[in-house]
């Protein structure tokens, strides 16, 4: 028998303002055609008074506990992935923490822009499968229209505000038994020679500002591609399972032709993968919860089910972790 983070729930949040691609074409020279055929995005949601990281985070979490059936007083961990914190300290998992009322466990935040959840995935995990901890949330929450350009058509149509949020539980589990749920294994990665394809141009150490939201598309595609499905096949290599045997791949949400381009490179057929791009935008570190509680709730994601997540954000940073659900 060996411990293995199961997870027990998920919820998630988004800002009660949904901006359509006709509404974006009324702020900058755009078009709904425009954006569709080179995103697939038809919608976002954007926060707005009273409406932060630490809110949204703080109600995919509740949501979370909720469907989990557990008490937030027994958390005894919260990692929480996001490029877009409230404050630069202290840690926005810790305003989420005290908002809970789970004060005195460990709480902080990951920086890894869209690969945020999957950094703050593995990190619980190490801890709960070493015992540093129980009963874990992990988050992805963003408000990246707070970080946008908003005269740049290029990046502001492309991304949203949202939060995503899972219960993890270190469980004594057969690892013999293929049935057994949990966390199978996680592969990270990060490459930061190409700062300059997607990055903010400020920062408090350098400018003593947030700065802005800047990035160069077709080159961060095409490392995407490359990225997204070599660590996939990483991950399946070490857990021995084939893409074939997945049901369920839930991609960061970036762009549709990405998803589509990397799910063709693996021999995954669309209909397996996740998609909210189109409903959600680019959340970033907010994504992959984020598309993982609706495919929950919505009922195609099932208890049994072994499920891939994968995302590349800034960085370069990328990574993919198996699931038996």
């Known amino acids: 028998m060996t411990l293995r983070s199961v997870i027990r729930g998920s919820g998630s949040a988004l800002p009660s303002r949904a901006v359509s691609n006709a509404e974006m074409s009324t702020m900058v020279d755009?078009?709904?055609?425009?954006?569709?055929?080179?995103?697939?995005?038809?919608?976002?949601?954007?926060?707005?008074?009273?409406?932060?990281?630490?809110?949204l985070a703080t109600e995919a979490c509740r949501k979370a506990l909720e469907a989990a059936g557990i008490e937030a007083a027994s958390i005894d961990l919260i990692v929480l992935g996001t490029c877009s914190p409230d404050q630069t300290f202290p840690a926005t998992a810790t305003i989420v923490q005290n908002a809970l009322g789970c004060r005195g466990g460990i709480a902080f935040d990951v920086a890894a822009v869209c690969s945020g959840f999957l950094y703050a995935f593995g990190t619980a995990d190490a801890m709960l499968r070493t015992g540093m901890a129980k009963r874990a949330l992990v988050i992805g929450a963003e408000t990246m229209s707070r970080l946008l350009d908003w005269e740049d058509r290029a990046t502001c149509v492309l991304f949203g505000d949202g939060a995503g949020a899972v219960v993890l539980e270190a469980v004594e589990t057969d690892e013999s038994d293929p049935a057994a749920p949990g966390i199978l294994a996680t592969r990270l990665?990060?490459?930061?020679?190409?700062?300059?394809?997607?990055?903010?141009?400020?920062?408090?150490?350098?400018?003593?500002?947030?700065?802005?939201?800047?990035?160069?598309?077709?080159?961060v595609f095409r490392h995407?591609?490359?990225?997204?499905?070599?660590?996939?096949?990483?991950?399946?290599?070490?857990?021995?399972?084939?893409?074939?045997?997945?049901?369920?791949?839930?991609?960061?949400?970036?762009?549709?032709?990405?998803?589509?381009?990397?799910?063709?490179?693996?021999?995954?057929?669309?209909?397996?993968?996740?998609?909210?791009?189109?409903?959600?935008?680019?959340?970033?570190?907010?994504?992959?919860?984020?598309?993982?509680?609706?495919?929950?709730?919505?009922?195609?994601?099932?208890?049994?089910?072994?499920?891939m997540f994968e995302a590349m954000g800034g960085g370069f940073t990328w990574g993919a972790s198996l699931i038996r659900v």
């Open 189 to 219: 990665h990060a490459d930061g020679a190409h700062n300059e394809l997607l990055h903010m141009d400020g920062g408090p150490s350098s400018t003593g500002t947030i700065g802005k939201l800047r990035m160069k598309g077709r080159e």
């Open 30 to 55: 755009t078009t709904d055609e425009w954006i569709v055929e080179r995103t697939g995005i038809r919608n976002r949601y954007i926060a707005g008074e009273g409406e932060t990281t630490a809110t």
């Open 224 to 307: 995407a591609v490359v990225n997204l499905a070599a660590v996939l096949e990483e991950v399946l290599v070490a857990t021995g399972y084939t893409a074939a045997e997945i049901d369920w791949v839930v991609p960061h949400q970036a762009n549709a032709r990405i998803l589509d381009a990397t799910a063709r490179k693996l021999g995954l057929p669309e209909e397996k993968v996740i998609v909210t791009v189109d409903r959600h935008a680019n959340t970033s570190a907010a994504s992959v919860p984020l598309a993982f509680d609706t495919a929950v709730r919505d009922g195609r994601i099932k208890p049994g089910d072994l499920v």
